[in-house]
């Protein structure tokens, strides 16, 4: 067996949530010499008891020392403050240091990021991933980069521990646009299992049969796969919470009405997730848009 990957690599990873544990826990297994933070203090001295790594009181802590920083937290505001605050990453950084954001946060404050750091010094790269916590916990994620060609090729290989496709996308801001079309699609296709279950359940035909027909043919998706089950079971737990999904969905509604495009479609899931939100399933997983069709149908699943 050959060499661990990263092995040797000083790593910063901050943010330990659903997705940010287990992909903290893939770069772990790559052999990196990991510096984890986490806003809630208790969850990284829980994640380092069960994974190893040192644990920093500030994001700042954890740059010092790191060839790469990893930040996988919930929107803009929050990147904004983790790496360049009073505490972030760029005030423990060393020159050169390479800043790479997977959480969701738009083209707009990507780019600025990353000319904020470019001032600093620092480099930056900009790269969402998809594939929810399953993929996280194998390593499995697609992960779309935004940037320099030099510093996507430098950030690689901490990529494809944590992911099984990278792709790059384009410029700095390009990985953000090409994730939140997807998460569009995956929203509105989500929201098309829900309406197709509901009917059939209206029209009292058998949901194994549908969901068989649609999985062997035209109909089936990712989506299909993911959440009719859950759907079918009110089974909400979250892989991917509801508010998360409304978030990367009102951003892709900017770019797209900064593009000048109608993106009809996007707005109508747009208003089923708001609607899911109001009726207290924020926290759940995205799969809760189910619930609304149910109700506007008078129909329960």
Known sequence: MGPAPLAGRRIAFLGLGIMGSRMAASLHRAGADLAVWNRTSATADAWAAQHGGAVAATPADAAAGAELAITMV???????????????????AAPGL?????????????????????????????????????????????????????????????????????VHAGPLGDGQLVKLVNNAVAAVNAAMVAEALVLARAA????????????????????????????RAHDYAPLFRTAH????????????????????????????????????????DFAALAAVVEAAANVRL
């Open 74 to 92: 919930v929107d803009g505001p929050q990147v904004e403050a983790v790496l360049l605050g009073a505490d972030g990453v760029a005030a423990g």
């Open 98 to 166: 390479l800043c790479v954001d997977c959480s969701t946060i738009g083209a707009g404050p990507a780019r600025r990021v990353g000319a904020a750091l470019r001032r600093r010094g620092l480099r930056f790269v900009d790269a969402p991933v998809t594939g929810s916590s399953p993929r996280a916990e194998d390593g499995t994620l697609t992960i779309m980069c935004g940037g320099r060609p030099d510093d996507v090729a430098r950030a690689r290989p901490a990529l494809e521990a944590m992911g099984r496709l990278v």
């Open 204 to 231: 009292d035909v058998d949901l194994d049969a549908l969901v068989a027909v649609m999985a062997a043919g035209s109909g089936g998706s990712a989506m299909l796969a993911l959440k009719a089950a859950p759907m």
């Open 245 to 284: 999904m409304l978030k990367d969905v009102d951003l892709c509604l900017a770019a797209a009405d900064a593009a000048g495009v109608p993106a009809q479609l996007t707005r109508e899931v747009r208003e089923t997730l708001a609607t899911a939100v109001e009726r207290g399933l924020a926290e759940k």
